[in-house]
């Protein structure tokens, strides 16, 4: 298993051990061990699956009182993952990574609280999931516009599908006092 590092302090891609013969293929998609040797040790609370099609966009996410962590996969076809440093005060504030998540290369991201997540379907649709370590909580969501010029980030589609929600996402901007902080301690 290895596990890359990216130029956005602990989050990382990890790249599991995959063993194909004539009947197809078998990986670990998570071994807690293994992972906290990698420097991803944290207890995962919660599961999700979603399916989208092309050219959605969900995102940029995250939550302000109850942080996730995350650990995400493409299961079927192909996503674009995003991650946005939010931490106020961070060395990498605003800062973000792209990697292509998909079904044919078994990578997964590692996003730890405090980074704002979002996804583009890069394929005619694509199943996604992802651990999280806390729950999810409708209350505590914190939405940022995908399209936000403070962040730049290059997106693989100009008029992507949104939900109402995402549509209505603001800019980092008008949230500063949302962000959480940046610590020496925290990831």
Same mark, same amino acid.
């Given at each position: 298993?290895?596990?890359?590092?990216?130029?956005?302090?602990?989050?990382?891609?990890?790249?599991?051990?995959?063993?194909?013969?004539?009947?197809?293929?078998?990986?670990?998609?998570?071994?807690?061990?293994?992972?906290?040797?990698?420097?991803?040790?944290?207890?995962?609370?919660?599961?999700?699956?979603?399916? +989208?099609?092309?050219?959605? #966009?969900?995102?940029?996410?995250?939550?302000?009182?109850? &942080?996730?962590?995350? /650990?995400?996969? %493409?299961?079927?076809?192909?996503?674009?993952?995003?991650?946005?440093?939010?931490?106020?005060?961070?060395?990498?504030?605003?800062?973000?990574?792209?990697?292509?998540?998909?079904?044919?290369?078994?990578?997964?991201?590692?996003?730890?609280?405090?980074?704002?997540?979002?996804?583009?379907?890069? +394929?005619?649709?694509?199943? #996604?999931?992802?651990?999280?370590?806390?729950?999810?909580? &409708?209350?505590?969501? /914190?939405?940022? %516009?995908?399209?936000?010029?403070?962040?730049?980030?290059?997106?693989?589609?100009?008029?992507?599908?949104?939900?109402?929600?995402?549509?209505?996402?603001?800019?980092?901007?008008?949230?500063?006092?949302?962000?959480?902080?940046?610590?020496?301690?925290?990831?």
């Amino acid at each position: 298993m290895n596990f890359v590092p990216t130029n956005l302090t602990s989050v990382t891609i990890v790249e599991p051990d995959l063993f194909r013969d004539g009947r197809g293929f078998f990986l670990e998609t998570f071994r807690r061990d293994k992972y906290a040797r990698g420097g991803i040790d944290c207890e995962f609370r919660q599961d999700n699956q979603s399916r +989208s099609t092309r050219n959605t #966009i969900r995102g940029l996410h995250a939550q302000r009182e109850h &942080p996730q962590a995350k /650990l995400v996969r %493409a299961v079927t076809g192909s996503i674009l993952d995003v991650v946005v440093d939010i931490r106020r005060g961070s060395p990498s504030y605003l800062e973000w990574i792209a990697v292509e998540l998909s079904a044919d290369n078994f990578r997964q991201i590692y996003v730890p609280p405090g980074f704002a997540h979002g996804i583009c379907i890069t +394929s005619e649709f694509a199943d #996604i999931e992802y651990k999280c370590t806390d729950y999810y909580d &409708p209350t505590d969501e /914190l939405r940022i %516009a995908w399209n936000d010029p403070s962040i730049g980030i290059r997106w693989p589609v100009e008029h992507p599908v949104l939900s109402e929600k995402d549509r209505q996402a603001r800019p980092i901007a008008d949230q500063i006092a949302l962000l959480p902080f940046y610590s020496e301690a925290s990831p």
